[in-house]
């Protein structure tokens, strides 16, 4: 997945979609900044904040299906669909 399509998911969440047009994103440096000296402070640690986790954690299941991609385990079961797999 991309930046920019993570970014898209990233505006979709309730609570960012709430206050994301208070911001403009930064590619250089991968964070929002206001784009008015008016944003509450506690906004701009918030929506960089949530970022940065929605980032880690988006690392983490990328990670993960990788890894179960190319899993021996996985590539080698022969089970039907229906049936659960005990090789």
Same mark, same amino acid.
């Given at each position: 997945?991309? =930046?920019?399509?993570?970014? &898209?998911?990233? +505006?979709?969440?309730p609570?960012?979609?709430? @206050? @994301?047009? &208070?911001f403009?994103? !930064? *590619?250089? =440096? !991968?964070?929002?900044? /206001?784009?008015?000296?008016? $944003? *509450?402070?506690?906004? @701009?640690?918030?929506? !960089?904040?949530?970022?940065?986790?929605?980032?880690?954690?988006?690392?983490k @299941?990328?990670?993960?299906? !990788?890894? $179960? +991609?190319?899993?021996?385990?996985v590539?080698?079961?022969?089970?039907? /669909?229906?049936? *659960?797999? &005990?090789e």
């Amino acid at each position: 997945m991309t =930046l920019e399509e993570l970014r &898209l998911k990233f +505006k979709k969440l309730p609570h960012i979609e709430l @206050i @994301i047009h &208070l911001f403009a994103y !930064n *590619v250089d =440096l !991968n964070k929002y900044e /206001p784009i008015s000296d008016f $944003v *509450v402070p506690e906004y @701009i640690g918030f929506i !960089n904040g949530a970022w940065y986790a929605f980032q880690e954690q988006q690392k983490k @299941i990328d990670d993960f299906l !990788n890894a $179960v +991609k190319g899993s021996v385990l996985v590539e080698s079961c022969k089970c039907k /669909p229906e049936k *659960v797999c &005990l090789e």
